[in-house]
Protein backbone atom coordinates (compact mmCIF):
# COMPACT_ATOMS: atom_id res chain seq x y z
CA UNK A 1 0.00 0.00 0.00
CA UNK A 2 1.21 3.34 -0.95
CA UNK A 3 1.01 7.12 0.28
CA UNK A 4 -1.71 7.50 -2.11
CA UNK A 5 -4.30 4.75 -0.71
CA UNK A 6 -4.52 5.86 3.42
CA UNK A 7 -4.33 9.76 2.24
CA UNK A 8 -6.20 11.15 5.22
CA UNK A 9 -8.24 14.23 4.63
CA UNK A 10 -7.18 17.45 6.74
CA UNK A 11 -8.50 20.95 6.38
CA UNK A 12 -4.95 22.44 7.30
CA UNK A 13 -2.98 20.14 4.47
CA UNK A 14 -5.37 20.58 2.14
CA UNK A 15 -6.04 24.54 2.34
CA UNK A 16 -2.26 24.68 2.29
CA UNK A 17 -1.52 23.29 -0.79
CA UNK A 18 -4.27 24.77 -2.35
CA UNK A 19 -2.36 27.93 -2.19
CA UNK A 20 0.94 26.54 -4.24
CA UNK A 21 2.51 26.12 -7.21
CA UNK A 22 5.86 24.41 -8.40
CA UNK A 23 7.71 27.36 -8.57
CA UNK A 24 6.44 28.17 -5.24
CA UNK A 25 7.06 24.79 -3.66
CA UNK A 26 10.65 24.82 -5.68
CA UNK A 27 11.74 27.86 -4.34
CA UNK A 28 11.06 27.34 -1.06
CA UNK A 29 12.53 23.87 -0.66
CA UNK A 30 15.62 24.82 -2.16
CA UNK A 31 15.73 27.77 0.22
CA UNK A 32 15.70 25.58 3.09
CA UNK A 33 18.20 23.07 1.79
CA UNK A 34 20.59 25.75 0.76
CA UNK A 35 20.35 28.10 3.28
CA UNK A 36 19.64 25.69 6.38
CA UNK A 37 20.47 21.72 6.58
CA UNK A 38 24.34 22.31 5.48
CA UNK A 39 26.14 18.78 5.19
CA UNK A 40 24.60 16.76 7.12
CA UNK A 41 21.33 16.31 4.90
CA UNK A 42 23.12 15.73 1.84
CA UNK A 43 25.62 13.00 3.49
CA UNK A 44 22.39 11.46 5.06
CA UNK A 45 21.02 11.09 1.84
CA UNK A 46 24.01 9.40 0.08
CA UNK A 47 25.41 7.10 2.24
CA UNK A 48 21.97 5.45 2.83
CA UNK A 49 22.88 1.82 1.85
CA UNK A 50 19.09 0.65 1.12
CA UNK A 51 20.07 -1.68 3.13
CA UNK A 52 16.64 -2.22 4.66
CA UNK A 53 17.67 -2.74 8.43
CA UNK A 54 15.72 -0.15 9.84
CA UNK A 55 12.58 -1.32 8.37
CA UNK A 56 12.55 -3.57 12.01
CA UNK A 57 12.98 -0.85 14.01
CA UNK A 58 9.94 0.93 13.12
CA UNK A 59 6.69 0.32 14.71
CA UNK A 60 4.66 1.65 11.88
CA UNK A 61 6.10 -1.04 9.57
CA UNK A 62 5.75 -3.71 12.42
CA UNK A 63 2.54 -2.87 13.10
CA UNK A 64 1.15 -2.69 9.46
CA UNK A 65 2.09 -6.36 8.52
CA UNK A 66 5.72 -5.49 7.33
CA UNK A 67 4.49 -3.21 4.70
CA UNK A 68 7.71 -1.50 3.22
CA UNK A 69 5.87 1.84 2.36
CA UNK A 70 6.32 2.39 6.40
CA UNK A 71 10.08 1.72 6.35
CA UNK A 72 12.16 4.50 7.20
CA UNK A 73 14.15 4.24 4.51
CA UNK A 74 11.02 3.87 2.35
CA UNK A 75 9.80 7.36 4.50
CA UNK A 76 12.57 8.76 3.16
CA UNK A 77 12.33 8.34 -0.20
CA UNK A 78 8.73 9.27 -0.59
CA UNK A 79 9.51 12.84 0.86
CA UNK A 80 12.98 14.61 1.20
CA UNK A 81 14.06 12.12 -1.40
CA UNK A 82 12.10 12.98 -3.87
CA UNK A 83 12.88 16.79 -3.40
CA UNK A 84 16.55 16.31 -3.67
CA UNK A 85 15.95 14.17 -6.82
CA UNK A 86 13.54 16.76 -8.56
CA UNK A 87 15.85 19.94 -7.04
CA UNK A 88 12.47 20.48 -5.47
CA UNK A 89 9.98 20.80 -8.25
CA UNK A 90 7.02 18.62 -7.23
CA UNK A 91 3.71 19.17 -7.27
CA UNK A 92 1.20 20.75 -4.48
CA UNK A 93 -0.59 17.19 -4.49
CA UNK A 94 2.75 15.78 -3.98
CA UNK A 95 3.79 17.92 -1.11
CA UNK A 96 0.06 16.92 0.46
CA UNK A 97 1.39 13.48 0.30
CA UNK A 98 4.90 14.22 1.93
CA UNK A 99 3.02 16.15 4.72
CA UNK A 100 0.89 13.25 5.73
CA UNK A 101 4.43 11.07 6.02
CA UNK A 102 6.75 13.52 7.75
CA UNK A 103 3.61 14.61 10.40
CA UNK A 104 1.55 11.88 10.96
CA UNK A 105 3.83 8.49 9.93
CA UNK A 106 6.99 9.36 11.48
CA UNK A 107 7.41 10.40 15.46
CA UNK A 108 10.90 10.99 15.51
CA UNK A 109 11.31 8.53 17.93
CA UNK A 110 15.03 8.01 16.86
CA UNK A 111 14.57 4.04 17.29
CA UNK A 112 15.57 3.30 13.46
CA UNK A 113 19.15 5.12 14.17
CA UNK A 114 19.87 2.46 16.74
CA UNK A 115 19.48 -0.19 13.38
CA UNK A 116 21.37 1.34 11.09
CA UNK A 117 24.68 0.61 10.03
CA UNK A 118 25.81 3.68 9.30
CA UNK A 119 23.92 6.40 11.14
CA UNK A 120 21.45 7.70 9.07
CA UNK A 121 18.92 9.89 11.38
CA UNK A 122 15.91 9.53 9.90
CA UNK A 123 14.30 11.60 12.67
CA UNK A 124 16.21 14.89 11.33
CA UNK A 125 15.51 14.10 7.57
CA UNK A 126 11.87 13.95 8.42
CA UNK A 127 11.70 17.22 10.48
CA UNK A 128 13.14 18.75 7.43
CA UNK A 129 10.48 18.06 5.91
CA UNK A 130 8.43 19.56 8.34
CA UNK A 131 10.11 22.48 8.34
CA UNK A 132 9.49 22.76 4.50
CA UNK A 133 6.01 22.22 4.61
CA UNK A 134 5.98 24.75 7.60
CA UNK A 135 7.33 27.15 4.86
CA UNK A 136 4.70 26.33 2.57
CA UNK A 137 2.02 26.69 4.79
CA UNK A 138 1.32 22.62 4.99
CA UNK A 139 0.93 21.66 8.44
CA UNK A 140 -2.23 19.83 9.87
CA UNK A 141 -5.15 22.23 11.53
CA UNK A 142 -4.56 20.92 14.82
CA UNK A 143 -1.39 21.22 15.64
CA UNK A 144 -0.83 24.38 13.88
CA UNK A 145 -3.60 25.82 16.00
CA UNK A 146 -1.55 25.08 19.20
CA UNK A 147 1.30 26.35 17.24
CA UNK A 148 -0.70 29.78 17.09
CA UNK A 149 -1.56 29.50 20.83
CA UNK A 150 2.07 29.42 21.64
CA UNK A 151 2.54 32.41 19.36
CA UNK A 152 -0.12 34.91 20.41
CA UNK A 153 0.13 33.77 24.55
CA UNK A 154 3.25 31.57 25.07
CA UNK A 155 1.33 28.64 25.99
CA UNK A 156 -0.47 26.08 23.85
CA UNK A 157 -3.68 25.97 25.09
CA UNK A 158 -4.41 29.68 25.01
CA UNK A 159 -4.53 29.75 28.94
CA UNK A 160 -5.41 33.29 29.55
CA UNK A 161 -2.38 35.25 32.65
CA UNK A 162 -5.41 34.95 34.77
CA UNK A 163 -6.42 31.89 34.62
CA UNK A 164 -3.10 30.34 35.17
CA UNK A 165 -2.37 32.46 38.36
CA UNK A 166 -6.12 31.19 39.01
CA UNK A 167 -5.76 27.55 38.29
CA UNK A 168 -2.47 27.98 41.12
CA UNK A 169 -4.58 29.33 43.48
CA UNK A 170 -7.13 26.66 43.51
CA UNK A 171 -4.49 24.01 43.66
CA UNK A 172 -3.04 25.74 46.34
CA UNK A 173 -6.43 25.80 48.51
CA UNK A 174 -7.56 22.75 47.85
CA UNK A 175 -4.12 20.97 49.02
CA UNK A 176 -4.12 22.80 51.99
CA UNK A 177 -6.91 20.65 53.13
CA UNK A 178 -4.75 18.33 53.40
CA UNK A 179 -1.28 19.91 53.93
CA UNK A 180 -2.28 23.30 55.96
CA UNK A 181 0.78 24.68 55.56
CA UNK A 182 1.30 24.17 51.78
CA UNK A 183 1.99 27.30 49.76
CA UNK A 184 2.69 27.36 45.97
CA UNK A 185 4.95 29.92 45.98
CA UNK A 186 4.79 32.64 42.89
CA UNK A 187 7.69 34.70 41.54
CA UNK A 188 10.11 33.93 44.45
CA UNK A 189 13.73 34.68 43.65
CA UNK A 190 16.60 33.21 44.54
CA UNK A 191 14.64 30.07 45.03
CA UNK A 192 16.57 26.98 44.64
CA UNK A 193 13.90 25.07 42.09
CA UNK A 194 12.27 26.42 39.15
CA UNK A 195 9.31 23.95 38.86
CA UNK A 196 7.69 24.36 34.55
CA UNK A 197 4.57 22.12 33.34
CA UNK A 198 3.39 21.52 30.62
CA UNK A 199 -0.13 23.86 29.15
CA UNK A 200 -2.34 20.65 29.97
CA UNK A 201 -1.58 21.06 33.13
CA UNK A 202 -3.19 24.00 34.44
CA UNK A 203 -6.06 23.05 31.56
CA UNK A 204 -7.32 19.50 32.27
CA UNK A 205 -4.46 17.60 34.21
CA UNK A 206 -4.51 20.17 37.48
CA UNK A 207 -4.38 16.89 39.83
CA UNK A 208 -0.09 16.69 38.50
CA UNK A 209 0.10 20.15 39.96
CA UNK A 210 -1.42 19.42 42.64
CA UNK A 211 0.65 15.85 43.59
CA UNK A 212 3.51 17.66 42.41
CA UNK A 213 2.78 21.09 44.93
CA UNK A 214 2.63 18.36 48.08
CA UNK A 215 5.51 16.43 47.05
CA UNK A 216 7.73 19.48 47.49
CA UNK A 217 6.10 20.62 49.95
CA UNK A 218 6.69 17.07 52.46
CA UNK A 219 10.63 17.14 50.70
CA UNK A 220 10.72 20.87 52.26
CA UNK A 221 12.23 22.17 48.69
CA UNK A 222 12.62 25.82 48.64
CA UNK A 223 10.82 26.35 45.15
CA UNK A 224 8.73 28.50 42.50
CA UNK A 225 6.70 28.97 39.77
CA UNK A 226 6.27 31.91 37.44
CA UNK A 227 3.49 33.95 37.58
CA UNK A 228 4.12 35.72 34.07
CA UNK A 229 3.86 33.72 30.44
CA UNK A 230 6.95 31.47 29.86
CA UNK A 231 6.05 28.52 32.39
CA UNK A 232 4.97 26.51 29.68
CA UNK A 233 8.10 24.28 28.62
CA UNK A 234 5.99 22.69 25.84
CA UNK A 235 6.66 22.79 22.37
CA UNK A 236 4.49 22.01 19.78
CA UNK A 237 6.42 24.81 17.43
CA UNK A 238 9.14 22.45 17.54
CA UNK A 239 7.21 19.46 15.36
CA UNK A 240 5.67 21.99 13.34
CA UNK A 241 8.74 23.15 11.75
CA UNK A 242 7.80 26.52 13.37
CA UNK A 243 12.12 26.89 13.96
CA UNK A 244 11.40 30.25 14.72
CA UNK A 245 8.81 30.56 17.53
CA UNK A 246 10.64 27.34 19.02
CA UNK A 247 13.53 29.73 19.25
CA UNK A 248 11.52 32.30 20.86
CA UNK A 249 10.02 29.85 23.17
CA UNK A 250 12.92 28.59 24.57
CA UNK A 251 14.17 32.26 25.26
CA UNK A 252 10.91 33.19 27.17
CA UNK A 253 11.00 30.04 29.21
CA UNK A 254 15.35 30.43 30.75
CA UNK A 255 14.26 34.02 30.59
CA UNK A 256 11.70 33.72 32.87
CA UNK A 257 13.88 31.43 35.59
CA UNK A 258 16.72 33.88 34.84
CA UNK A 259 14.51 37.02 36.10
CA UNK A 260 13.48 34.91 39.28
CA UNK A 261 17.18 33.74 39.84
CA UNK A 262 16.55 30.31 40.60
CA UNK A 263 19.32 27.87 41.04
CA UNK A 264 17.72 25.07 38.18
CA UNK A 265 14.22 23.99 36.66
CA UNK A 266 12.75 20.79 37.41
CA UNK A 267 10.72 19.33 34.22
CA UNK A 268 7.66 17.64 34.85
CA UNK A 269 7.03 14.50 33.54
CA UNK A 270 7.13 15.46 30.06
CA UNK A 271 9.61 13.70 27.41
CA UNK A 272 9.23 16.45 24.27
CA UNK A 273 9.81 19.37 26.24
CA UNK A 274 13.13 18.21 27.61
CA UNK A 275 14.51 17.20 24.42
CA UNK A 276 13.61 20.97 23.06
CA UNK A 277 15.48 21.95 26.11
CA UNK A 278 18.45 19.86 25.48
CA UNK A 279 18.80 19.17 22.45
CA UNK A 280 16.60 21.51 19.59
CA UNK A 281 15.38 24.58 21.47
CA UNK A 282 19.00 25.37 22.99
CA UNK A 283 20.49 25.04 19.95
CA UNK A 284 18.44 27.23 17.68
CA UNK A 285 18.92 29.84 20.25
CA UNK A 286 21.85 29.66 19.95
CA UNK A 287 23.20 28.11 23.32
CA UNK A 288 26.17 25.92 23.95
CA UNK A 289 24.99 25.81 27.70
CA UNK A 290 21.62 25.91 29.14
CA UNK A 291 21.49 29.32 30.62
CA UNK A 292 19.98 27.91 33.83
CA UNK A 293 20.68 24.50 35.04
CA UNK A 294 17.56 22.00 34.03
CA UNK A 295 16.30 18.63 35.57
CA UNK A 296 14.05 16.18 34.18
CA UNK A 297 11.71 14.83 37.27
CA UNK A 298 13.03 11.26 36.99
CA UNK A 299 16.08 12.90 37.98
CA UNK A 300 14.70 14.92 40.37
CA UNK A 301 12.75 11.99 41.92
CA UNK A 302 15.49 10.28 42.03
CA UNK A 303 17.30 12.48 44.51
CA UNK A 304 14.50 13.32 46.84
CA UNK A 305 14.05 9.30 47.11
CA UNK A 306 17.76 8.37 47.40
CA UNK A 307 18.33 11.79 49.86
CA UNK A 308 15.58 10.39 52.03
CA UNK A 309 14.02 14.02 51.17
CA UNK A 310 10.81 11.26 50.88
CA UNK A 311 9.99 8.53 52.61
CA UNK A 312 7.52 5.89 51.93
CA UNK A 313 4.94 4.45 54.46
CA UNK A 314 3.97 2.03 51.61
CA UNK A 315 4.95 0.97 48.37
CA UNK A 316 2.88 0.40 45.29
CA UNK A 317 2.09 -3.26 44.46
CA UNK A 318 3.75 -4.36 41.84
CA UNK A 319 4.50 -6.68 39.06
CA UNK A 320 4.61 -3.48 36.86
CA UNK A 321 5.65 -2.48 33.12
CA UNK A 322 6.85 0.49 32.03
CA UNK A 323 7.29 2.80 28.76
CA UNK A 324 10.37 4.57 28.42
CA UNK A 325 9.81 7.77 26.72
CA UNK A 326 12.00 8.26 23.47
CA UNK A 327 13.05 11.41 24.57
CA UNK A 328 14.18 10.86 27.95
CA UNK A 329 15.63 7.28 27.61
CA UNK A 330 16.70 7.60 24.02
CA UNK A 331 17.72 10.56 23.46
CA UNK A 332 19.29 11.28 27.02
CA UNK A 333 20.03 7.73 29.07
CA UNK A 334 17.63 7.86 31.78
CA UNK A 335 17.13 4.38 31.38
CA UNK A 336 18.88 3.10 34.39
CA UNK A 337 17.90 5.67 37.07
CA UNK A 338 14.45 5.85 36.16
CA UNK A 339 14.50 2.03 37.12
CA UNK A 340 16.24 2.96 39.60
CA UNK A 341 13.35 4.98 41.08
CA UNK A 342 10.60 2.35 40.54
CA UNK A 343 12.35 -0.64 42.14
CA UNK A 344 12.11 2.03 45.00
CA UNK A 345 8.43 2.98 45.06
CA UNK A 346 6.91 -0.05 43.87
CA UNK A 347 6.92 -3.93 45.63
CA UNK A 348 7.52 -6.30 43.10
CA UNK A 349 9.17 -7.33 39.82
CA UNK A 350 9.54 -4.54 37.00
CA UNK A 351 8.46 -7.22 33.95
CA UNK A 352 10.12 -5.45 30.85
CA UNK A 353 8.41 -5.42 27.50
CA UNK A 354 10.19 -7.26 24.64
CA UNK A 355 12.01 -4.02 23.24
CA UNK A 356 12.83 -1.74 26.30
CA UNK A 357 15.77 1.22 27.30
CA UNK A 358 16.96 2.87 24.05
CA UNK A 359 15.08 0.18 21.60
CA UNK A 360 11.93 0.56 23.47
CA UNK A 361 9.03 1.14 20.94
CA UNK A 362 7.17 4.59 20.80
CA UNK A 363 3.87 4.90 21.92
CA UNK A 364 3.01 5.95 18.39
CA UNK A 365 1.77 9.61 19.72
CA UNK A 366 4.92 11.15 20.36
CA UNK A 367 6.78 13.57 17.65
CA UNK A 368 3.56 15.93 17.49
CA UNK A 369 1.65 12.99 16.08
CA UNK A 370 -1.01 12.75 18.60
CA UNK A 371 -0.93 16.55 18.35
CA UNK A 372 -2.56 16.71 14.42
CA UNK A 373 -5.77 15.21 16.05
CA UNK A 374 -8.56 13.69 15.04
CA UNK A 375 -8.65 13.38 11.45
CA UNK A 376 -4.91 10.92 12.58
CA UNK A 377 -5.84 9.18 15.51
CA UNK A 378 -7.04 5.89 13.92
CA UNK A 379 -4.42 5.59 11.82
CA UNK A 380 -2.64 6.68 15.22
CA UNK A 381 -3.56 4.07 16.91
CA UNK A 382 -3.11 1.44 14.40
CA UNK A 383 0.69 2.04 14.54
CA UNK A 384 0.40 1.23 18.24
CA UNK A 385 -0.26 -2.09 17.36
CA UNK A 386 3.25 -3.87 17.68
CA UNK A 387 3.54 -1.69 21.22
CA UNK A 388 -0.06 -2.81 22.37
CA UNK A 389 0.88 -7.10 21.32
CA UNK A 390 3.93 -6.33 23.83
CA UNK A 391 2.28 -4.52 26.90
CA UNK A 392 0.02 -7.59 26.44
CA UNK A 393 2.83 -10.07 26.89
CA UNK A 394 4.12 -8.42 29.94
CA UNK A 395 0.39 -10.15 31.31
CA UNK A 396 0.28 -7.06 34.24
CA UNK A 397 -1.93 -4.52 35.08
CA UNK A 398 0.44 -1.20 35.92
CA UNK A 399 2.24 0.92 33.01
CA UNK A 400 4.36 3.77 34.58
CA UNK A 401 5.10 6.04 32.16
CA UNK A 402 6.89 10.01 33.01
CA UNK A 403 5.89 11.53 29.94
CA UNK A 404 2.15 13.08 28.76
CA UNK A 405 2.52 12.34 25.13
CA UNK A 406 2.85 8.93 26.36
CA UNK A 407 -0.45 8.80 28.62
CA UNK A 408 -2.18 10.05 25.97
CA UNK A 409 -0.63 7.45 23.11
CA UNK A 410 -1.50 4.71 25.71
CA UNK A 411 -4.49 5.75 26.86
CA UNK A 412 -5.82 5.18 23.35
CA UNK A 413 -3.79 2.16 22.94
CA UNK A 414 -5.03 0.43 26.13
CA UNK A 415 -8.68 1.23 24.85
CA UNK A 416 -8.30 0.07 21.39
CA UNK A 417 -6.63 -3.56 22.23
CA UNK A 418 -8.35 -4.14 25.50
CA UNK A 419 -5.28 -4.31 27.41
CA UNK A 420 -6.98 -3.65 30.88
CA UNK A 421 -4.20 -2.09 32.25
CA UNK A 422 -3.82 1.34 34.21
CA UNK A 423 -0.98 3.66 33.42
CA UNK A 424 0.71 5.65 36.18
CA UNK A 425 2.99 8.91 36.31
CA UNK A 426 5.62 8.65 38.69
CA UNK A 427 4.16 11.66 40.77
CA UNK A 428 1.16 9.30 40.98
CA UNK A 429 2.51 7.12 42.79
CA UNK A 430 5.35 9.30 45.14
CA UNK A 431 2.02 11.06 46.00
CA UNK A 432 0.34 7.62 46.84
CA UNK A 433 2.88 6.63 49.17
CA UNK A 434 4.96 8.97 50.46
CA UNK A 435 5.00 9.82 54.23
CA UNK A 436 3.06 12.89 55.09
CA UNK A 437 4.67 15.55 57.01
CA UNK A 438 3.52 15.80 60.74
CA UNK A 439 1.06 19.26 61.35
Not at 6 to 11: N, P, Q, T
Not at 276 to 301: I, L, M, Q, T
Request: glycine fraction near 8%; hydrophobic fraction near 35%; proline fraction near 5%.
Amino acid sequence: MGIQDRLIEDVGLREGVSRLTEDKIQKTVNAVIQGETGARLKAYAEICLRCGMCTEACHFYLSHDQDPSYAPAAKVKQTIGTLLANSGRVSPDQIYNMAQIAYSECNLCRRCVHFCPVGVDTAYMMITMRRICHKLGVTPQYIQDTAHSHSATFNQMWVKDDEWTDTLQWQEDEARDEFPDLRIPLDKEGADVYYSVIAPEPKFRTQLIYQAAAILHTAKIDWTMPAEPGWDNSDMCMFTGDFEMMGRLKRKHFESAQKLKVKRIVMGECGHAFRSVYDVGNRWAGWKHYPVPVVHSVEFFWELLTQGKIKLVSKYPGPVTLQDPCNIVRGRGLGDKLREVIRILVDGEIVETASNREHNLCCSAGGGVINCGPPFKNARVAACKAKADQLRATGVKTIIAPCHNCHGGLDDTVHKYELGMEIKFLGDIIYQCMERPET
